[in-house]
């Protein structure tokens, strides 16, 4: 993996959506319960990035300890998420259809996610000696010029109050 030994920020400068996703393994030997859930996230973040006109910019994976599994996506707007998620030929309709016949609340596996809708230029970036990573990662970098206290100017609008 390339580091890049110096400050950059992201390209994107427009609105983005930032939904959060993932699982947590409650019950760890009901691998035929958690294990599904776990092998469906891949497909649908590939069928995505396969599909420029889907609003999907990017992904990024993380976890903490065994039990929990999430991603960051990045998305162009609201709209394009809800209409993937709600698209019964895409592979989230069948695999969230699967998931409440299979799991539903029975308490073996938690998922969740959270959605933030952010407004052009209330939001900033600073990748540094990183690997491209994040909005990065889903825009494009350029270089962070000016001070290293320059957060309040990357966020334009959201410091005009």
């Not at 030994?5 to 035929?32: C, K, P, Q, W, Y």
């Not at 999430?70 to 989230?92: C, I, P, T």
């Not at 952010?118 to 990183?130: A, D, F, L, Q, R």
């Amino acid at each position: 993996m390339k580091i890049n030994a110096e400050r950059l920020t992201a390209s994107h400068d427009e609105a983005v959506t930032v939904f959060i996703i993932g699982m947590r393994i409650n019950r760890l030997f009901a691998l035929n319960k958690w294990l599904p859930v776990a092998r469906s996230m891949g497909p649908m973040v590939a069928e995505l990035a396969a599909d420029p006109d889907s609003g999907f910019l990017g992904a990024e994976t993380m976890r903490q300890g065994f039990r929990t599994i999430l991603l960051v996506q990045y998305w162009r707007d609201f709209n394009s998420l809800e209409s993937y998620a709600r698209d019964r030929d895409r592979n989230h309709w069948p695999a969230w259809t699967a998931f409440n016949k299979a799991v539903g609340s029975d308490g073996t596996v938690g998922i969740f996610h959270e959605t933030y809708a952010v407004s052009k230029g209330c939001y900033e970036s600073i990748y540094n000696n990183m690997p491209t990573w994040g909005l990065g990662a889903a825009s494009g970098l350029t270089p962070a010029t000016g001070s290293r206290n320059e957060a309040r100017s990357r966020m334009k609008a959201a410091t005009n109050n």
